[in-house]
């Protein structure tokens, strides 16, 4: 059974995978990045208290190479781990310019970085179900405008960054009317 991850839980999943990485690999030839996406980024900004699963994008190392580690560890912890290759994140390809904070945390393997919260909430709106409008939430009262959202889900539409163009329209015009 899956439990929810909080912050701490998602830093012991994190140097799991690294453990697991080195038992393959002595030294890293290339260090790689994983950014956390989704819930995994707002538990790790202290937006939410836990998530149901972890979410990353990955630059820097092709991803069948890393989804073997990320296996391994869920067949031990029963961690549900997605990762996507940058600059995914589920059906959603995200803007070229955008950001990401690093995170304090050090492996020997890969740097953890963290969405900004517009495009975090923008790939939120391509799905936008009851878990997404909360975290969405979550991240407007944080400090992020609705208009800075908006903006950025426009340009992301215009450079064909969803891959269903018309339910994300009908997602921004519902999250349009219950947000503002």
């Not at 909080?6 to 030839?29: A, R």
């Not at 517009?118 to 009851?130: C, G, H, I, P, T």
């Not at 903006?151 to 960054?161: A, C, I, P, Q, W």
């Amino acid at each position: 059974m899956m439990q929810k991850l909080n912050k701490g839980e998602i830093n012991k999943i994190l140097e799991l995978l690294d453990e697991e990485i080195s038992k393959d690999i002595e030294q890293p030839s290339l260090k790689f990045i994983l950014i956390a996406v989704g819930g995994t980024s707002l538990t790790l900004r202290d937006i939410k208290p836990s998530t149901k699963d972890l979410d990353f994008t990955v630059d820097g190392i092709e991803i069948e190479k890393l989804k073997k580690y990320v296996r391994r560890i869920y067949e031990k912890n029963e961690c549900k781990i997605d990762v996507w290759q940058s600059p995914y994140i589920f059906s959603t390809a995200l803007l070229k310019d955008f950001s990401s904070d690093l995170y304090k945390r050090k492996f020997w393997h890969f740097d953890v970085r963290i969405i900004n919260l517009v495009d975090n909430a923008v790939a939120k709106l391509s799905r936008f179900n009851e878990a997404d409008r909360e975290d969405i939430e979550g991240i407007i009262k944080s400090g992020i405008s609705i208009n800075d959202i908006a903006k950025r889900f426009k340009d992301t539409l215009e450079s064909n960054g969803f891959a269903n163009k018309e339910e994300a329209k009908r997602n921004f015009e519902v999250f349009l009317r219950i947000m503002k």
